[in-house]
Structure formats: C-alpha cells, structure tokens
C-alpha cells in the first residue's frame, strides 16, 4: 500500500520563476493538504483541497495556489518566486471525515530559490 | 487562535537516559495534541496523539505524553532513549474548524550522546 509520493525531491529556482509540486495521496484518501516548513521552523498548513475545491487556506499570499485532480492528486503552484519561498514543502493526506487525526505525511519536496 | 510553544530548542540525551520533551498550547477548548518525529530529510511520523479520555497516552517506538490541561501542557516522554531516536520532535494542536488542519510548534532537535 503505496504511502505519500511528493515529486520532485528536490529542486532549484531562480526569483521571479513559478514552480509546481505534485502530491500523489495514499490509496484511499480523498483530502489533500499542503504545509510549508521553512529552515528551523515548524510546518505551517497553507491550504487543503478536497473533491477539487480549495476547502481551507492558511495565511499565504495569492501567489500561492493548488489544484486536486479527479484521482484527488494534487498540485502546489508557486508563482513570482521569491528567496524566503526557500522551504520543504509537505504534503499530507487524509480522509475527510478523519481530519487531520488521519494526516499521512509525505517526504516532502525541497525548494531552493536562488 | 491556536499556537503551541516548544521551549527548548535543542536537548542533548545520554543513551539510555530519559527523555521528556515540553510543549505548551494555548486554545480555548478541549484540544486534539499530536506529537510527530521528523528524521533529517524525511516527512513526519505520528508518534502519539490526544484527543479526549485517560490524559496518559502511550505511542510508537516507546513514547508516552500527559495532558495536563491545568498547566496546557503536553509533554513527551520516554524512560531510555536510543541513539536512533536523534532526529527533530514537533508538537501539535488541531484545530476545531472541520479538525482538518494542525498547528505546530518550531521543534525540538533531540541529539543522543554514546
């Protein structure tokens, strides 16, 4: 039973360029949600997508957006890239009617903006 | 709003000591505490969570953490660390908006001396 799978593991951007990052959910979950987790910090949730709609956003700018596919995978996009954009960003799903009790984490994806 | 404090930044443990970790919480209801474990480069791992009954809660891996509401505190514990326990603890609350996110703290690097 396949976990979380976050791709790319990694990857590096220049300011002012856009990205995105895919999330494949664990079998079963219909709930995607998105956390960025700066160097030192804790992970912060910016948004959660669930059957295709935008259901909770924290606070981060509209630079920020996402999408759910209709097999619930899921796509952070980041626009105008900035430096403090630099993060692990963490993608977990779950079950809508487990909420964040039944958060399963993925690896993450690492952002560098140089 | 919810916010979760994680006093110690870093703590440094004999191998076989014990551990306790801090967390404090502040958040007007009953809340939903989570304790997570990050190793360097990975997602996180749910070692424990709280959400209503007997405040001792025991986890993976060995781990226990009391709900102490009078003091808002949410302390992880275990009575003989390995060296593979080294790795980064998070501390979090969920929120009551649908339970569908969770706030953490900034974490605590535990690192296991021989």
């Known amino acids: 039973d396949a976990g979380v799978t976050q791709s790319p593991t990694h990857l590096i951007k220049t300011r002012g360029q856009q990205v995105t990052l895919r999330c494949s959910p664990k079998?079963?979950?219909?709930?995607v949600s998105w956390y960025q987790q700066a160097l030192g910090q804790g992970p912060q949730f910016i948004f959660q997508?669930?059957?295709?709609?935008?259901?909770q956003r924290g606070n981060f700018p509209d630079r920020f957006s996402g999408h759910q596919f209709p097999n619930y995978s899921s796509e952070l996009n980041v626009n105008a890239l900035l430096l403090g954009d630099s993060a692990l960003y963490l993608c977990?799903?779950?079950?809508?009617?487990?909420?964040?009790?039944?958060?399963?984490f993925g690896s993450g994806t690492r952002l560098t903006v140089v | 709003a919810q916010s979760v404090t994680q006093p110690d930044i870093h703590i440094t443990v004999s191998e076989g000591a014990s551990l306790e970790l801090r967390c404090n919480y502040s958040y007007g209801a009953t809340p939903y505490l989570f304790w997570y474990v990050q190793s360097p480069g990975q997602g996180l791992q749910l070692l424990l969570k709280y959400f209503s009954g007997d405040t001792l809660v025991q986890g993976i891996k060995g781990f226990e953490a009391e709900f102490k509401r009078s003091q808002s505190s949410f302390n992880l514990r275990k009575p003989s660390v390995h060296w593979s326990d080294a790795a980064e603890y998070f501390c979090a609350v969920g929120t009551n908006t649908g339970f569908q996110k969770l706030v953490f703290g900034t974490g605590t690097r535990l690192l296991v001396s021989p």
């Open positions: 997508y669930y059957e295709e709609e935008e259901r």
């Open positions: 079998s079963g979950h219909d709930t």
């Open positions: 977990a799903s779950s079950l809508r009617g487990q909420g964040a009790a039944g958060y399963t």
